[in-house]
């Protein structure tokens, strides 16, 4: 009997409705494609993107490359391969 009011009480709970965290439908983050002249150079913007980094007037990227570990410095503006630095 007491394993019995114990699995009532977990069906009950289980199956009550909750209140979601996400009834807000407003657009949260987007994703877009652009295309970037790589200037014959591979880039790695896959993997390592959150390793990026704007500068200070937010018209460059800089993104590191784990294919020749260096820093990749992509023009926002212009979208090309700008400049490499080593590490």
Same mark, same amino acid.
């Given at each position: 009997?007491?394993?019995?009011?114990?699995?009532?009480?977990?069906?009950?709970?289980?199956?009550?409705?909750?209140?979601? $965290?996400?009834?807000?439908?407003?657009?949260?983050?987007?994703?877009?494609?652009?295309?970037?002249?790589?200037?014959?150079?591979?880039?790695?913007?896959?993997?390592?993107?959150?390793?990026?980094?704007?500068?200070? $007037?937010? #018209?460059?990227?800089?993104?590191?490359?784990?294919?020749?570990?260096?820093?990749? $410095?992509?023009?926002? $503006?212009?979208?090309?391969?700008? #400049?490499?630095?080593?590490?």
């Amino acid at each position: 009997m007491r394993y019995t009011i114990i699995l009532f009480m977990v069906i009950i709970v289980g199956c009550a409705e909750r209140a979601n $965290e996400f009834d807000n439908t407003e657009e949260i983050y987007s994703i877009d494609t652009v295309r970037i002249n790589s200037k014959n150079e591979i880039l790695d913007i896959w993997g390592f993107l959150s390793f990026s980094d704007l500068d200070s $007037e937010k #018209k460059s990227i800089f993104v590191y490359n784990s294919y020749n570990h260096s820093i990749d $410095e992509i023009d926002l $503006e212009k979208l090309e391969f700008k #400049k490499k630095a080593k590490i």
